[in-house]
């Protein structure tokens, strides 16, 4: 009875979150815009369900977008938890991580962690994120000297996409 609760719930869980969707991210500034992403489950209770960008950050020249449906982004790894041990160092590359795979299904974009730069320069730091996700309370929209940052969420369908816009 035990396992086919378990299972149950995992596949409740599966359901919820299938994937939180796309990241968007939109740099209309001149300046160069790198980030470390997290992404998490917010239906578990605890801070350890969470992906969190290792290496390296993620650059969004000035001027330019990208957009990640999952975390296999060539050439980067990730911090993973599922529970209260330390996290494990994953490559973009591993199922789990793929569109569809378990940690994958399971998890949404939550936060970002920013800082610009222009021509190398390091200038002002800052996060944005999901106002929810109390394991890390950020703001949805930051003010910096170079620019603004908002994180926002717009629901299509089955698919929720997450944007990062810089302005």
Request: hydrophobic share 35%; charged share 5%; with cysteine.
């Amino acid at each position: 009875m035990k396992k086919y609760l378990t299972m149950i719930g995992l596949v409740s869980l599966s359901f919820a979150y299938a994937q939180g969707g796309p990241l968007v991210i939109n740099n209309y500034t001149s300046y160069d815009f790198h980030t470390r992403v997290t992404a998490a489950n917010l239906a578990t209770p605890g801070c350890y369900f969470y992906v969190a960008l290792d290496n390296p950050e993620l650059v969004i020249p000035g001027g330019g977008s990208a957009t990640y449906n999952s975390y296999n982004i060539p050439g980067t790894s990730w911090k993973v938890s599922t529970s209260p041990s330390p996290a494990t160092l994953r490559l973009g590359s591993h199922p789990s991580l793929a569109l569809g795979g378990a940690i994958s299904n399971n998890t949404k974009w939550v936060v970002s962690q920013f800082q610009f730069y222009q021509s190398g320069t390091p200038l002002s730091v800052g996060a944005v994120g999901d106002t929810s996700y109390t394991c890390e309370p950020v703001p949805n929209i930051f003010i910096t000297p170079q620019a603004s940052v908002e994180w926002f969420t717009v629901t299509s369908g089955s698919t929720t996409y997450t944007y990062l816009q810089i302005y």
